[in-house]
């Protein structure tokens, strides 16, 4: 079994998406993938894009991806790296791909001069959990995350 990982291109966009609906069927909200091949190419690998994609294979096959992005401390006054999605097919769980996928990253962190990497993940995501504490990451407890979508959103930008 030979794991190679490398940087997503356009012509990804189908795969991504696939991989993209298999994670939203994991984290029980398929129904809120709005995704399609046409919007990946243009917000991943479009012009003004300032997301990036890895994606893992096991002997040629896709078996996994990383969607991220360069984030901004301000107390570090530095840039971070802030990993949107990570997944794993379920059948290459286990293989390493996805601490593989979590050790490239933190390579390009450092090779960008980050202050930090960071993720989200589901307090229920208890395999995810372990993985990612067993190689060193720190939950943020005094953290709490906010979101403004739909009308919300629209409702402030207009207010």
């Not at 996994?64 to 999605?85: C, H, P, R, V």
């Not at 060193?136 to 959103?153: D, F, I, N, Y």
């Amino acid at each position: 079994m030979v794991l190679t990982i490398r940087e997503g291109v356009r012509e990804d966009a189908a795969t991504l998406l696939g991989f993209i609906r298999e994670l939203a069927i994991y984290e029980k909200a398929e129904h809120e993938v709005a995704a399609t091949v046409e919007t990946i190419e243009a917000s991943i690998f479009g012009e003004r894009s300032v997301t990036r994609t890895l994606i893992c294979e096991q002997d040629g096959e896709p078996i996994g991806m990383a969607i991220w992005f360069f984030s901004y401390s301000t107390w570090q006054a530095k840039n971070g790296l802030y990993l949107e999605d990570l997944y794993v097919t379920p059948k290459a769980r286990g293989s390493g791909a996805g601490k593989a996928m979590l050790k490239k990253l933190a390579s390009l962190a450092l090779e960008n001069d980050c202050g930090r990497f960071e993720w989200s993940v589901l307090d229920w995501n208890e395999p995810a959990i372990r993985v990612y504490e067993a190689i060193g990451a720190e939950p943020m407890k005094e953290w709490v995350r906010c979101r403004l979508s739909g009308k919300a959103l629209e409702s402030l930008a207009e207010s």
